[in-house]
């Protein structure tokens, strides 16, 4: 069964750090590479970070130098390390395949607010 769980959201202020996790089922994590979207209110779901199975990442530009994502095979988990807030990067955080397939998880909020 296709399953992807988000969790590690919160609200931190602007400046403050967070980790996001998510963990994926093992028949979609192996050998594919993962990404990180959001999507904030009323706008649409955009990529915010991609890793290939062999550790290669790339990122948007709104976040470069500020994310890191990262992940841990024998776990089947992709992680998102979040610096340096801002309030822009305020959404609910997805993790899916890159390119992204039709099954989506519950994703985690992130409010970055003073």
């Known amino acids: 069964q296709v399953q992807l769980v988000e969790s590690g959201g919160g609200l931190v202020q602007p400046g403050g750090s967070l980790t996001l996790s998510c963990a994926a089922s093992?028949?979609?994590?192996?050998?594919?590479?993962m990404a990180w979207y959001r999507q904030a209110p009323g706008k649409q779901r955009d990529l915010v970070a991609a890793?290939?199975?062999?550790?290669?990442?790339n990122y948007a530009d709104s976040v470069k130098g500020r994310f890191t994502i990262s992940r841990d095979n024998a776990k089947n988990t992709v992680y998102l390390q979040m610096n340096s807030l801002k309030p822009e990067d305020t959404a609910v955080y997805y993790c899916n395949l890159r390119p992204y397939i039709p099954v989506w998880g519950q994703g985690t909020q992130v409010t970055v607010s003073s």
């Open positions: 093992r028949i979609i994590f192996s050998r594919n590479a």
């Open positions: 890793i290939t199975s062999g550790g290669n990442t």
